[in-house]
T-cell receptor, first 108, second 112 residues
Framework: GIQVEQSPPDLILQEGANSTLRCNFSDSVNNLQWFHQNPWGQLINLFY???GTKQNGRLSATTVATERYSLLYISSSQTTDSGVYFC??????????FGKGNQVVVIP | DGGITQSPKYLFRKEGQNVTLSCEQNLNHDAMYWYRQDPGQGLRLIYY???????QKGDIAEGYSVSREKKESFPLTVTSAQKNPTAFYLC???????????FGPGTRLLVL
């Protein structure tokens, strides 16, 4: 099956700092989503982004489908940004494959 | 309110028991999914259903069973055949293919 690798696995940020999370995938995809899992376990949709660039407030994402990677940018980080960020991809079989996540801790 | 609900939030099971986790959605979504998450890991697909009365095995279906008798409901049964059931279970749904998946709050299962 398709492989999804996220880096870095762990990241500690000072509040106000910017960061970039990366998702590499092993095959062409027709769906890519970024999620944020909060400390209570809830997964929140951030972006549906099989290609191109999208922005939502302090977060933005870019997917370069031809090179098989996606980037999630966090600007001016806040403590509420802490949690695990997951990248998930789909290859047309109606099934999402998840990476292992980026654990982000923002310290005040 | 529209959304996905899962119950119970926490569930304790004795070895040898079957337990059923509930997942309900009022979003009128056709497709529903069950995932398992272990500590420090990503989500793994257990079962999914694209329409009522039809479902397919995911990557780790052994020891689990599901039913899809109604569009709104997709219960998951963890059977005694599942040797390591302690995990966080997440249910998701979406309207159709190439659409965003939305997740419920999850159920934490602990085997005593």
């Amino acid at each position: 099956g398709i492989q999804v690798e996220q880096s870095p696995p762990d990241l500690i940020l000072q509040e106000g700092a910017n960061s970039t999370l990366r998702c590499n995938f092993s095959d062409s995809v027709n769906n890519l989503q970024w999620f944020h899992q909060n400390p209570w376990g809830q997964l929140i949709n951030l972006f549906y982004i099989p290609s191109g660039t999208k922005q939502n407030g302090r977060l933005s994402a870019t997917t370069v489908a031809t090179e098989r990677y996606s980037l999630l940018y966090i600007s001016s980080s806040q403590t509420t940004d802490s949690g695990v960020y997951f990248c998930a991809v789909e290859r047309g079989n109606n099934r999402l494959a998840f990476g292992k996540g980026n654990q982000v801790v923002v310290i005040p | 309110d529209g959304g996905i609900t899962q119950s119970p939030k926490y569930l304790f099971r004795k070895e040898g028991q079957n337990v059923t986790l509930s997942c309900e959605q009022n979003l009128n979504h056709d497709a529903m999914y069950w995932y398992r998450q272990d500590p420090g890991q990503g989500l793994r697909l257990i079962y999914y259903s694209q329409i009522v009365n039809d479902f397919q095995k995911g990557d780790i279906a052994e020891g689990y069973s599901v039913s899809r008798e109604k569009k709104e409901s997709f219960p998951l049964t963890v059977t005694s055949a599942q040797k390591n059931p302690t995990a966080f279970y997440l249910c998701a749904s979406r309207r159709g293919t190439k659409e965003t998946q939305y997740f419920g709050p999850g159920t934490r299962l602990l085997v005593l």
